[in-house]
């Protein structure tokens, strides 16, 4: 494990947060900026309202005519798992609201690459729709939405991404992110853009139908949390409701059979789902279709109401985890080989990692672990399966640096250097000429550089302090997971402390099982992943509080992130 700066965050009032929460739950709400007891509050009631999503009400309509007609709708989806979860959330919900017929269509990233392009556009000539819906995309496919609507389409844009300076001349767009939209979230995702859509026009349908009886789209809210958990977009109160609510139905056995399938492949308990297990266990396996093969596996896995069927569709996406992950591990240990003498004095601050033989489904993953582990912004390159001569770019980001926004300065500086670009703070995809990579590494190293400073680039992880020994118990463990969904901008708790190594051993194939002992003498498990055993007797340690079933029994368990010799 990385040598990092364990920094506590400062003590906070907690005092104005609700008196029955545990104590230590307080004080983490209140470390996150909790400032009212409303946020504690996860009922769908609290859902902020969509009348100031900008044009959602000319979408719905626009929707809920098709609907009324019997047209064709097609879903023109993306190849990650926000996308899959959107593209199933609005054939489920659609076809339960009446649509005759509903179709989804998503890129092949290979082929087409990302968004609404005129190429996935005439792979839906045959089923000839007359409304094309997009999620996750579409607000900088220009040329995606032209061919559509010149193909005979009326075309809805969803999106959640940051919109480019001219918009494309859809029908309707509907994206808290674009230009003079009131909407409170702007850290809604793909599929949350889409739920709200559909309630809008389950709305209208309620309007111009009074007397139908028509179903609740709460029912769809398992797939809403796994794109929202998927897609790393900061959980703010609004997004924490949409998760703890799918949460709830996937504990109760309420969720879509592909999700329940690919929980139990994980081997994860969904009456005890959290977001984690969504994260760590189930995003990685439908995103890997999209990675490796053709995310429609994905999608259909999320449709199938056969558990039988869901079951054989997840266990294709168990496989391709599995060889995702052969892949991701050797490029990833050809990467830190090739920064291993670059970064020696650590003087170069934005990174640049390719090999002529990387598999471009799996370079944003490898860029994650690369900044993980360097605590630096990184792209990381493989060359167009489609045309060689080019090369396919992810990057991942740390605070303080805008990847788009970096990427948007290097194109500025030096015109036509990128190909073509789009993303986020914290995560972009790119392309460009592989006889420009030279240049672009200078160029990233250089922006890099002129934005970030000594501080930013020290990796400090905050920490909420230390525990009591009499707070290492399962009543805490169990509180702080039921106070989640943690995630993104509202991070899970983690803890440091001292602690006694009274045992130790190596599990599976590089997993450390112990037993530790507090400073009063309290015993507790811990278990370390990738790690190697420790020889001091005390240890200093990085940890989340966590209860562990094992064999029909649960008890207290610190997960260790880091340690190192007291």
């Known amino acids: 494990m990385s040598e990092r700066i364990w920094q506590a965050r400062p003590p906070v009032d907690d005092s104005h947060l609700p008196r029955h929460l545990h104590p230590v739950v307080r004080r983490v709400y209140a470390a996150r900026g909790m400032q009212a007891q409303q946020e504690a509050d996860l009922r769908l009631q609290h859902l902020l309202r969509p009348e100031t999503l900008s044009q959602l009400d000319i979408a719905a309509r626009l929707v809920a005519e098709s609907v009324a007609a019997g047209h064709r709708i097609a879903i023109a989806g993306d190849f990650d798992a926000d996308g899959a979860t959107a593209s199933a959330v609005c054939v489920r919900g659609l076809t339960a609201l009446g649509a005759a017929e509903v179709k989804a269509f998503v890129p092949d990233r290979f082929r087409f690459g990302y968004g609404l392009s005129p ?10 729709p007359q409304l094309l819906i997009t999620v996750d995309n579409g607000i900088s496919s220009h040329a995606g939405v032209q061919a559509a609507q010149q193909a005979g389409m009326r075309v809805v844009v969803t999106d959640h991404h940051l919109a480019p300076e001219t918009l494309p001349p859809a029908d309707a767009i509907v994206n808290p ?16 853009v889409a739920f709200y859509l559909l309630s809008a026009v389950r709305r209208v349908l309620a309007e111009q139908q009074p007397s139908r009886d028509l179903p609740k789209l709460a029912q769809f809210l398992d797939l809403v949390a796994l794109g929202t958990v998927a897609d790393v977009v900061t959980l703010d109160h609004n997004n924490r409701i ?7 139905r996937i504990r109760a056995g309420r969720a879509a059979p592909g999700v329940l399938a690919l929980l139990d492949l994980a081997g994860r308990d969904y009456t005890r789902a959290t977001a984690q297990d969504l994260a760590f266990a189930v995003a990685p396996r439908l995103n890997a279709a999209g990675r490796l093969d053709d995310m429609s596996v994905g999608i259909r896995c999320l449709l199938a109401d056969d558990p ?7 266990a294709q996406l168990d496989a391709l985890n599995r060889e995702r992950r052969q892949i991701q591990d050797s490029m990833h240990a050809d990467a830190l080989d090739d920064l291993a003498a670059l970064t020696a004095d650590s003087s170069q601050v934005g990174l640049v990692v390719t090999r002529p033989d990387w598999h471009e489904g799996v370079v944003g993953l490898v860029a994650s672990k690369v900044k993980e582990e360097r605590h630096r912004p990184v792209v990381a390159f493989a060359p167009s399966a489609a045309d060689p001569a080019m090369l396919k770019g992810s990057g991942r980001s740390i605070p303080g640096f805008h990847l788009r926004d970096a990427l948007a300065e290097i194109e500025a500086s030096s015109p036509g250097l990128i190909d073509k670009f789009g993303g986020h703070a914290m995560a972009a995809g790119m392309s460009l000429r592989s006889e420009a990579l030279d240049a672009f590494v200078t160029a990233f190293d250089a922006v890099a550089r002129k934005h970030l400073d000594e501080q930013q680039l020290a990796d400090i992880r905050l920490t909420d302090g230390e525990l009591e020994d009499h707070e290492l118990t399962l009543e805490t463990a169990s509180a702080l997971e039921a106070a989640g969904p943690w995630g993104q901008g509202f991070e899970a708790p983690l803890f440091q402390g001292r602690f006694q190594l009274l045992d130790q051993r190596v599990v599976g194939e590089r997993h450390v099982k112990l037993r530790l002992a507090g400073g009063s003498g309290v015993e507790i498990a811990g278990i370390a992943f990738n790690a190697e055993p420790q020889s ?9 509080l966590e209860a562990n079933e094992f064999r029909g029994y649960i008890n207290p368990q610190l997960v260790i992130e880091d340690w190192r010799p007291a």
Not at 119 to 128: P, S
Not at 177 to 192: E, I, T, Y
Not at 536 to 544: E, G, H
Request: proline letters at 2%; glycine letters at 10%; hydrophobic letters at 50%.
């Open 119 to 128: 190429a996935l556009v005439g792979e839906m000539a045959d089923y000839a």
């Open 177 to 192: 992110n674009q230009p003079g939209d009131q909407f409170a979230s702007k850290a809604l995702c793909g599929v949350g």
């Open 242 to 248: 949409l998760i703890e609510q799918g949460l709830r």
């Open 308 to 314: 039988m069927e869901a079951r054989a569709l997840a």
């Open 536 to 544: 001091a007797q005390a240890v200093d340690v990085l940890y989340r």
